[in-house]
Protein backbone atom coordinates (compact mmCIF):
# COMPACT_ATOMS: atom_id res chain seq x y z
CA UNK A 1 0.00 0.00 0.00
CA UNK A 2 3.00 2.60 0.76
CA UNK A 3 4.39 1.23 -2.29
CA UNK A 4 1.48 2.33 -3.96
CA UNK A 5 1.02 5.63 -2.63
CA UNK A 6 4.56 6.20 -2.90
CA UNK A 7 4.29 5.89 -6.53
CA UNK A 8 1.49 7.93 -7.60
CA UNK A 9 3.46 10.29 -6.02
CA UNK A 10 6.26 9.85 -8.07
CA UNK A 11 3.92 9.89 -10.75
CA UNK A 12 1.98 13.01 -9.80
CA UNK A 13 5.29 15.20 -8.92
CA UNK A 14 6.71 13.76 -12.50
CA UNK A 15 3.83 15.04 -13.96
CA UNK A 16 4.10 18.57 -12.09
CA UNK A 17 7.74 19.12 -13.22
CA UNK A 18 6.98 18.37 -16.46
CA UNK A 19 4.11 20.70 -16.57
CA UNK A 20 6.17 23.00 -14.58
CA UNK A 21 9.34 22.88 -17.59
CA UNK A 22 6.73 23.15 -19.91
CA UNK A 23 4.98 26.32 -18.60
CA UNK A 24 8.02 27.88 -18.41
CA UNK A 25 9.53 26.78 -21.86
CA UNK A 26 6.27 28.31 -22.99
CA UNK A 27 6.66 31.97 -21.04
CA UNK A 28 10.26 32.21 -22.39
CA UNK A 29 9.30 31.27 -25.82
CA UNK A 30 6.31 34.18 -25.32
CA UNK A 31 8.49 36.18 -23.82
CA UNK A 32 11.29 35.98 -26.18
CA UNK A 33 9.18 36.25 -29.38
CA UNK A 34 6.02 37.46 -29.08
CA UNK A 35 6.22 40.20 -25.68
CA UNK A 36 5.92 43.67 -26.24
CA UNK A 37 9.69 44.84 -25.90
CA UNK A 38 9.79 48.65 -27.15
CA UNK A 39 10.17 51.69 -24.81
CA UNK A 40 9.50 54.16 -26.73
CA UNK A 41 6.79 57.21 -26.26
CA UNK A 42 6.43 57.85 -30.78
CA UNK A 43 4.17 55.53 -32.48
CA UNK A 44 7.09 54.47 -34.27
CA UNK A 45 11.08 54.82 -34.62
CA UNK A 46 13.05 54.36 -37.34
CA UNK A 47 16.83 52.62 -37.23
CA UNK A 48 19.75 53.11 -39.47
CA UNK A 49 21.67 49.89 -39.21
CA UNK A 50 25.22 50.32 -40.90
CA UNK A 51 26.92 48.48 -43.72
CA UNK A 52 29.10 45.37 -42.08
CA UNK A 53 27.70 46.02 -38.35
CA UNK A 54 28.03 43.14 -36.20
CA UNK A 55 26.15 42.38 -32.34
CA UNK A 56 28.33 45.01 -30.82
CA UNK A 57 26.88 48.23 -33.18
CA UNK A 58 23.34 46.39 -33.20
CA UNK A 59 22.97 46.47 -29.88
CA UNK A 60 24.11 50.47 -29.32
CA UNK A 61 21.95 51.33 -32.45
CA UNK A 62 18.62 48.67 -30.92
CA UNK A 63 19.18 48.46 -27.09
CA UNK A 64 18.05 52.43 -26.48
CA UNK A 65 14.36 51.74 -27.52
CA UNK A 66 14.52 48.03 -26.07
CA UNK A 67 12.36 47.04 -22.78
CA UNK A 68 14.32 44.32 -22.34
CA UNK A 69 17.34 43.76 -24.62
CA UNK A 70 18.75 40.64 -22.93
CA UNK A 71 15.53 38.62 -24.99
CA UNK A 72 16.21 40.37 -28.06
CA UNK A 73 19.23 39.15 -28.48
CA UNK A 74 18.30 35.63 -27.20
CA UNK A 75 15.88 36.00 -30.10
CA UNK A 76 18.23 37.50 -32.62
CA UNK A 77 20.78 34.59 -32.07
CA UNK A 78 18.42 31.79 -31.95
CA UNK A 79 17.21 32.97 -35.28
CA UNK A 80 20.49 33.38 -37.11
CA UNK A 81 19.70 37.38 -37.82
CA UNK A 82 22.79 38.45 -36.23
CA UNK A 83 24.91 35.50 -38.57
CA UNK A 84 23.08 38.11 -41.32
CA UNK A 85 22.85 41.65 -39.90
CA UNK A 86 21.41 43.46 -42.91
CA UNK A 87 21.86 47.47 -43.39
CA UNK A 88 19.42 50.39 -44.18
CA UNK A 89 16.87 52.06 -42.82
CA UNK A 90 13.85 50.11 -40.62
CA UNK A 91 11.11 50.83 -39.07
CA UNK A 92 9.78 49.82 -35.81
CA UNK A 93 6.60 50.12 -34.24
CA UNK A 94 5.81 51.00 -30.54
CA UNK A 95 4.41 47.75 -29.03
CA UNK A 96 6.64 45.33 -31.45
CA UNK A 97 7.18 42.15 -29.71
CA UNK A 98 11.15 40.52 -30.49
CA UNK A 99 9.43 38.67 -33.34
CA UNK A 100 8.23 41.39 -35.13
CA UNK A 101 11.20 43.47 -34.69
CA UNK A 102 13.42 41.17 -36.29
CA UNK A 103 11.05 40.37 -38.98
CA UNK A 104 11.33 44.36 -39.47
CA UNK A 105 14.91 44.24 -39.18
CA UNK A 106 15.38 41.21 -42.14
CA UNK A 107 13.06 41.71 -44.64
CA UNK A 108 11.66 45.75 -44.52
CA UNK A 109 14.54 47.74 -45.34
CA UNK A 110 12.47 51.07 -45.99
CA UNK A 111 13.51 53.34 -49.01
CA UNK A 112 14.07 56.98 -48.61
CA UNK A 113 13.60 59.98 -50.87
CA UNK A 114 16.60 61.52 -52.07
CA UNK A 115 15.92 65.53 -53.58
CA UNK A 116 18.11 67.40 -54.92
CA UNK A 117 18.54 71.31 -56.98
CA UNK A 118 19.65 74.53 -56.55
CA UNK A 119 23.49 73.07 -56.58
CA UNK A 120 26.13 75.07 -57.40
CA UNK A 121 29.21 72.52 -57.09
CA UNK A 122 29.58 68.88 -57.20
CA UNK A 123 30.79 69.60 -53.53
CA UNK A 124 27.58 70.66 -52.39
CA UNK A 125 25.97 67.84 -54.07
CA UNK A 126 27.73 65.67 -51.90
CA UNK A 127 27.02 66.98 -48.97
CA UNK A 128 23.19 67.50 -49.59
CA UNK A 129 22.74 63.62 -50.94
CA UNK A 130 25.01 62.34 -47.56
CA UNK A 131 22.41 63.74 -45.50
CA UNK A 132 19.79 60.75 -46.79
CA UNK A 133 21.71 58.03 -47.52
CA UNK A 134 24.89 56.20 -45.59
CA UNK A 135 27.54 57.24 -48.17
CA UNK A 136 29.60 60.27 -47.07
CA UNK A 137 30.38 63.14 -48.71
CA UNK A 138 34.34 62.40 -48.78
CA UNK A 139 32.96 58.83 -50.41
CA UNK A 140 30.59 60.28 -52.89
CA UNK A 141 33.38 62.75 -54.04
CA UNK A 142 35.22 59.64 -55.00
CA UNK A 143 32.79 57.69 -56.94
CA UNK A 144 32.04 61.08 -58.72
CA UNK A 145 35.83 61.69 -59.66
CA UNK A 146 36.66 57.72 -60.16
CA UNK A 147 39.09 57.84 -62.69
CA UNK A 148 37.95 54.70 -64.59
CA UNK A 149 34.08 55.89 -64.69
CA UNK A 150 35.11 58.93 -66.16
CA UNK A 151 36.97 57.51 -69.18
CA UNK A 152 34.47 54.89 -69.60
CA UNK A 153 31.87 57.44 -69.99
CA UNK A 154 34.02 60.15 -72.03
CA UNK A 155 33.68 62.51 -69.07
CA UNK A 156 35.92 64.47 -67.15
CA UNK A 157 36.26 65.94 -63.52
CA UNK A 158 34.11 69.11 -64.95
CA UNK A 159 31.72 67.44 -66.89
CA UNK A 160 30.50 65.15 -64.71
CA UNK A 161 28.38 67.48 -62.98
CA UNK A 162 25.96 67.26 -65.78
CA UNK A 163 25.05 63.97 -65.16
CA UNK A 164 23.35 64.50 -62.40
CA UNK A 165 19.51 65.98 -62.94
CA UNK A 166 17.69 67.87 -60.01
CA UNK A 167 14.89 65.72 -58.87
CA UNK A 168 13.77 63.28 -56.00
CA UNK A 169 14.82 59.68 -56.26
CA UNK A 170 14.08 56.81 -54.22
CA UNK A 171 17.19 54.90 -52.62
CA UNK A 172 18.17 52.68 -49.71
CA UNK A 173 19.58 54.49 -47.10
CA UNK A 174 22.27 51.52 -47.49
CA UNK A 175 23.49 53.23 -50.90
CA UNK A 176 26.90 53.76 -51.08
CA UNK A 177 28.98 56.68 -53.28
CA UNK A 178 28.86 53.82 -56.86
CA UNK A 179 25.70 53.26 -56.20
CA UNK A 180 24.33 56.35 -56.15
CA UNK A 181 26.49 57.42 -59.30
CA UNK A 182 25.43 54.77 -61.22
CA UNK A 183 21.99 55.06 -60.52
CA UNK A 184 22.35 58.88 -61.60
CA UNK A 185 24.02 58.22 -64.91
CA UNK A 186 21.16 55.42 -65.53
CA UNK A 187 18.80 58.28 -65.07
CA UNK A 188 21.11 60.75 -67.47
CA UNK A 189 20.96 58.35 -70.09
CA UNK A 190 17.26 57.67 -69.79
CA UNK A 191 16.26 61.32 -69.88
CA UNK A 192 18.53 61.81 -72.95
CA UNK A 193 16.60 59.98 -75.39
CA UNK A 194 16.80 59.47 -79.19
CA UNK A 195 14.19 62.31 -79.64
CA UNK A 196 16.63 64.97 -77.24
CA UNK A 197 19.89 63.64 -78.57
CA UNK A 198 18.63 64.51 -82.25
CA UNK A 199 17.58 67.85 -81.11
CA UNK A 200 20.94 68.45 -79.57
CA UNK A 201 23.00 67.35 -82.52
CA UNK A 202 20.78 69.60 -84.58
CA UNK A 203 22.32 72.84 -82.96
CA UNK A 204 25.90 70.89 -82.72
CA UNK A 205 25.40 70.08 -79.12
CA UNK A 206 25.65 66.53 -77.53
CA UNK A 207 23.84 66.19 -74.40
CA UNK A 208 26.86 67.46 -72.16
CA UNK A 209 26.75 70.97 -74.40
CA UNK A 210 23.30 71.20 -73.69
CA UNK A 211 23.65 70.98 -69.78
CA UNK A 212 26.64 73.22 -69.56
CA UNK A 213 24.98 76.29 -71.85
CA UNK A 214 21.36 75.82 -69.83
CA UNK A 215 23.62 76.15 -66.89
CA UNK A 216 24.60 79.26 -67.99
CA UNK A 217 20.97 80.39 -69.62
CA UNK A 218 19.19 79.73 -65.65
CA UNK A 219 21.92 81.38 -64.06
CA UNK A 220 21.04 84.34 -66.23
CA UNK A 221 17.51 84.46 -65.81
CA UNK A 222 15.05 82.95 -63.19
CA UNK A 223 12.11 83.49 -65.46
CA UNK A 224 11.27 80.30 -67.22
CA UNK A 225 9.60 81.63 -70.18
CA UNK A 226 12.35 84.05 -71.00
CA UNK A 227 15.12 81.02 -71.19
CA UNK A 228 14.38 80.06 -74.46
CA UNK A 229 14.91 83.53 -75.86
CA UNK A 230 18.49 83.93 -74.32
CA UNK A 231 19.16 80.44 -75.38
CA UNK A 232 18.92 81.40 -78.55
CA UNK A 233 20.92 84.38 -78.05
CA UNK A 234 24.15 82.37 -77.18
CA UNK A 235 23.36 79.53 -79.61
CA UNK A 236 23.44 82.51 -81.91
CA UNK A 237 26.88 84.03 -80.70
CA UNK A 238 27.78 80.10 -81.00
CA UNK A 239 27.23 79.88 -84.74
CA UNK A 240 29.30 83.26 -85.39
CA UNK A 241 31.85 81.90 -82.95
CA UNK A 242 31.66 84.79 -81.05
CA UNK A 243 32.54 85.03 -77.18
CA UNK A 244 29.63 84.05 -75.42
CA UNK A 245 30.35 86.68 -72.24
CA UNK A 246 28.25 85.55 -70.35
CA UNK A 247 28.28 87.45 -66.80
CA UNK A 248 27.28 83.84 -64.29
CA UNK A 249 30.52 82.64 -65.85
CA UNK A 250 32.45 85.56 -64.64
CA UNK A 251 30.96 85.45 -61.23
CA UNK A 252 31.35 81.58 -61.19
CA UNK A 253 35.29 82.17 -61.93
CA UNK A 254 35.65 85.03 -59.17
CA UNK A 255 33.83 82.44 -56.91
CA UNK A 256 36.13 79.94 -57.70
CA UNK A 257 39.10 82.14 -57.05
CA UNK A 258 37.69 83.64 -53.87
CA UNK A 259 35.35 81.26 -52.23
CA UNK A 260 31.57 79.88 -53.25
CA UNK A 261 30.33 82.18 -50.20
CA UNK A 262 31.55 85.73 -52.19
CA UNK A 263 28.30 87.75 -52.06
CA UNK A 264 28.69 89.24 -56.40
CA UNK A 265 25.97 91.84 -57.23
CA UNK A 266 27.71 93.16 -59.86
CA UNK A 267 30.60 92.45 -62.77
CA UNK A 268 33.12 94.54 -62.56
CA UNK A 269 35.14 94.97 -66.18
CA UNK A 270 38.51 93.81 -64.43
CA UNK A 271 36.61 90.53 -63.51
CA UNK A 272 36.25 90.32 -67.76
CA UNK A 273 40.13 89.88 -67.21
CA UNK A 274 40.23 86.71 -64.87
CA UNK A 275 41.99 84.17 -66.74
CA UNK A 276 40.19 81.04 -66.38
CA UNK A 277 38.63 78.09 -68.81
CA UNK A 278 35.24 79.37 -67.26
CA UNK A 279 35.33 83.04 -68.08
CA UNK A 280 33.54 83.30 -71.48
CA UNK A 281 34.84 86.49 -71.73
CA UNK A 282 38.56 85.13 -72.24
CA UNK A 283 37.88 82.05 -74.27
CA UNK A 284 35.50 81.00 -77.02
CA UNK A 285 32.54 78.37 -76.52
CA UNK A 286 31.31 76.78 -73.49
CA UNK A 287 33.20 76.14 -70.29
CA UNK A 288 34.84 72.74 -69.41
CA UNK A 289 31.38 71.65 -67.24
CA UNK A 290 28.33 73.81 -65.93
CA UNK A 291 28.00 76.08 -63.42
CA UNK A 292 25.44 75.65 -61.92
CA UNK A 293 23.27 72.16 -61.44
CA UNK A 294 20.62 73.30 -64.57
CA UNK A 295 17.02 72.11 -63.56
CA UNK A 296 14.95 70.56 -66.99
CA UNK A 297 13.32 73.67 -67.98
CA UNK A 298 16.58 75.12 -68.35
CA UNK A 299 17.67 71.74 -70.27
CA UNK A 300 14.40 72.11 -72.57
CA UNK A 301 14.87 75.64 -73.27
CA UNK A 302 18.32 74.78 -74.97
CA UNK A 303 16.68 72.17 -76.79
CA UNK A 304 13.60 74.38 -78.00
CA UNK A 305 15.50 77.34 -78.06
CA UNK A 306 13.70 80.33 -79.61
CA UNK A 307 14.93 81.37 -83.16
CA UNK A 308 15.58 84.58 -83.62
CA UNK A 309 18.38 87.14 -84.36
CA UNK A 310 19.34 88.62 -81.07
CA UNK A 311 22.96 88.54 -80.18
CA UNK A 312 22.92 90.70 -77.13
CA UNK A 313 20.66 91.53 -73.87
CA UNK A 314 21.40 93.52 -70.89
CA UNK A 315 18.72 93.23 -67.65
CA UNK A 316 16.07 95.68 -67.63
CA UNK A 317 15.14 97.49 -64.33
CA UNK A 318 11.53 97.93 -65.05
CA UNK A 319 10.87 94.02 -65.55
CA UNK A 320 12.78 92.54 -62.93
CA UNK A 321 14.57 89.17 -63.67
CA UNK A 322 13.50 89.92 -67.47
CA UNK A 323 15.93 91.41 -70.15
CA UNK A 324 16.24 93.64 -73.32
CA UNK A 325 16.79 91.99 -76.41
CA UNK A 326 18.97 93.31 -79.19
CA UNK A 327 20.78 92.27 -82.98
CA UNK A 328 23.43 94.93 -83.24
CA UNK A 329 26.04 96.41 -80.16
CA UNK A 330 24.91 99.45 -81.08
CA UNK A 331 21.84 99.07 -79.98
CA UNK A 332 23.05 97.08 -77.25
CA UNK A 333 24.54 99.64 -75.77
CA UNK A 334 22.08 102.30 -75.78
CA UNK A 335 20.14 99.59 -73.83
CA UNK A 336 22.71 99.07 -71.05
CA UNK A 337 22.27 102.85 -70.08
CA UNK A 338 19.48 102.24 -68.61
CA UNK A 339 21.13 99.67 -66.55
CA UNK A 340 24.27 101.05 -65.88
CA UNK A 341 22.52 104.30 -64.58
CA UNK A 342 20.16 102.36 -62.42
CA UNK A 343 23.50 100.47 -60.78
CA UNK A 344 24.98 103.98 -60.26
CA UNK A 345 21.62 105.20 -58.88
CA UNK A 346 21.34 102.16 -56.13
CA UNK A 347 25.28 102.32 -55.34
CA UNK A 348 25.78 99.06 -56.30
CA UNK A 349 29.43 98.63 -56.84
CA UNK A 350 30.06 95.04 -56.16
Not at 294 to 320: C, G, M
Request: with cysteine; hydrophobic share 35%.
Amino acid sequence: MENKKLYKFIISLGIACFLFIALAKIYYHYNTYYSENTSFQDEKIYLNIPSGSGLDNLKKQISPFLKDSSTFFDAAIKTKYVLNIKAGKYEIKKGFSNNEILKSLKFNNIPVNVTFNNIERLENLASRVSKYIEADSTSLMQSFLDKDFLIQNNLNNHSVFAIFLPDTYEFYWNTNGDQFRDKMFKQFKLFWNSERVDKANSYGLNPLKVSILASIVQRETPKVDERPTISGVYYNRLKKRMRLQADPTVIYTIKKKNGFDTKIRRVLYKDLKIKSPYNTYQIKGLPPGPIYMPDLSSIESVLNLQDHKYLFFVADVKRPGYHIFANSLSQHNKNKRQYTSWLRKNKIKR
